[in-house]
C-alpha cells in the first residue's frame, strides 16, 4: 500500500491561486489512479478531481471544472493539484487517494489516503 503526504495548502484571497503537492512513498505510483477530495466542516468528503496511472482519464468535480487542474509526475512519485480562480467555497481540508488500477470518483473505493492539507479561501 503507498503512504501518501499532501503540502501546499494555506490561507488565500479569493481568486488567488494554490498548488497542492501528494507525494507518495513505500512504494512507486506506478498502475495507480490517484484523486483528490476534499472535506468542509460539517460536510461531507467530496470528490474534486481524479486521474488514471496513464492520465488517459481525467474528472472533475462540476464545482471546480475551469478552474482546477489535477497532473501528475510519475517520476517523481507525485500528484498535483492547481488550483486557480479560487472562491471561500473551496475552503476545506484536501486530501488525496491513490487505488491501484482502475479510476474511480468514490471515496470508498480508495484504500490509500494522505493526512489532508488545509486550504482557506478569504472574501
Known amino acids: 500500500q503507498v503512504q501518501l503526504v499532501e503540502s501546499g495548502g494555506g490561507l488565500v484571497q479569493a481568486g488567488g491561486s494554490l498548488r497542492l503537492s501528494c507525494a507518495a512513498s513505500?512504494?512507486?505510483?506506478?498502475?495507480?489512479?490517484v484523486a483528490w477530495f476534499r472535506q468542509a466542516p460539517g460536510k461531507e468528503r467530496e470528490f474534486v478531481a481524479a486521474m488514471t496511472w496513464g492520465s488517459s482519464s481525467i474528472s472533475y468535480a462540476d464545482s471546480v471544472k475551469g478552474r482546477f487542474t489535477i497532473s501528475r509526475d510519475n517520476a517523481k512519485n507525485t500528484v498535483y493539484l492547481q488550483m486557480n480562480s479560487l472562491k471561500p467555497d473551496d475552503t476545506a481540508v484536501y486530501y488525496c487517494?491513490?487505488?491501484?488500477?482502475?479510476?474511480?470518483?468514490?471515496?470508498?473505493?480508495?484504500?490509500?489516503w494522505g493526512q489532508g492539507t488545509q486550504v482557506t479561501v478569504s472574501s
Open positions: 513505500g512504494r512507486t505510483f506506478s498502475g495507480y489512479a
Open positions: 487517494a491513490a487505488r491501484l488500477l482502475y479510476f474511480s470518483v468514490n471515496p470508498a473505493d480508495f484504500n490509500s
